[in-house]
């Protein structure tokens, strides 16, 4: 009950998750047919349709000249923000965007974390922030801002990949926070900054960094089953396993999964890392099983999440913003799509407290 967890609360024509048979469906296509070989301003045409109304290339023009605009934002970046996190700087950042309803702030903001999450990481670290390229793609770009360098096509590829792996699942807590905010019609940032703040909860986008955490704590792949053993006898939960939906495989693993084995084909990935996160999720997924027969906890989105960030060169400290690039895309439509059919979201609650005489 206390979870909402079979309350529908909106229709949605943006994506299925199907829990039971481990699919995710976003506008009508299975993230199979989408997860490593659309770009993430293909997906962000299928997904903002309704708000932009226009094709993917002038949609990849319009999010490089919305990344140019976001860039002259960075003169606030002060040491007052400097002293956050980089998602305490990202939400500080995106407050100072305009708090409206129209396409033309959706696109700002949705360009908006692909540059304020490599500034954020290179000026917390005493380099210069780097300007956005307009011409190149938002992934590309991304990189291009956090390295300095020309991305390979590999590793591009693979920030796609993430990008649209995770741009939209269900009524997840943070877009369910968005949808609540945008149906007050506060506007699109109110919306995404609400968004984000769930997001950065270690139950939702949160678990990365500890996923990589537990990778170094186990050490070896020797080592894995003693730690994890531990960690379950402690009370502890295991990061990047265990799902609210799904009851199977989450899909969106598979897709990161294959993602990173195409950088490491490309040379762009720790081989040792990769086998000792591999011999984590055999070890743990068996404990799981042990400890939870009746209850499926299976590898989540975000175990390979932090391998995948990891080798793109993101610190762990940035994975939560990395997550909010991709998820932004979600958040604008749901929030547009709450606007356009919803009414304003205003639940009941059960009163438990003591009586009044
Ligand atoms: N490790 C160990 N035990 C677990 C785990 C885990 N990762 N996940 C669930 N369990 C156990 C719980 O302790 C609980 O046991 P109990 O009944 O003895 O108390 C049982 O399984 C059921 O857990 P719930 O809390 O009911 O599961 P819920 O659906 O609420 O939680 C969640 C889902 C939050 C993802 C949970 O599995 C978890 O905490 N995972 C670790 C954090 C994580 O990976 N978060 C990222 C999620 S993916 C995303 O949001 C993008």
Known sequence: MSGLDDVIAADTSLSEVDGLNGRLVICGRTLDDLAGRVSYEELLELLLSGLLDQPAEHIRAALGAARVRAFAELAHLDDGLLALSITGGLRALMARLPDDETAETALLLAAAPAVFVPALVRRKAGRSAIAPLAAYGYAEDMLAMLTGMA???????????????????????????????????????????????????????????????????????????????????????????????????DPRADALKAALRRLGDAGGLDAERLALAEAVEREALALLRQKKPDRPLETNVEFFTALLLEALGFPRDAFTGVFAAGRIGGWLAHAHEQIANGRLIRPQSRYVGPKAA
């Open 151 to 249: 991305p390979t096509r590999a590793a591009t590829l693979a920030l796609d990949t993430y990008l649209v792996t995770v741009s939209d699942h269900g009524l997840n807590a943070s877009t369910f926070a968005a949808r609540v905010v945008a149906s007050t019609r506060a506007g699109y940032a109110s919306a995404v900054l609400a968004a984000l703040g769930a997001l950065k909860g270690p139950l939702h986008g949160g678990a990365p960094g500890p996923v990589l955490d537990m990778l170094d704590s186990v050490g070896t792949p020797d080592d894995a089953g003693r730690w994890l053993t531990a960690e379950l006898a402690g009370g502890r939960r295991l990061m990047g396993f265990g799902h609210r939906i799904y009851r199977v495989r």
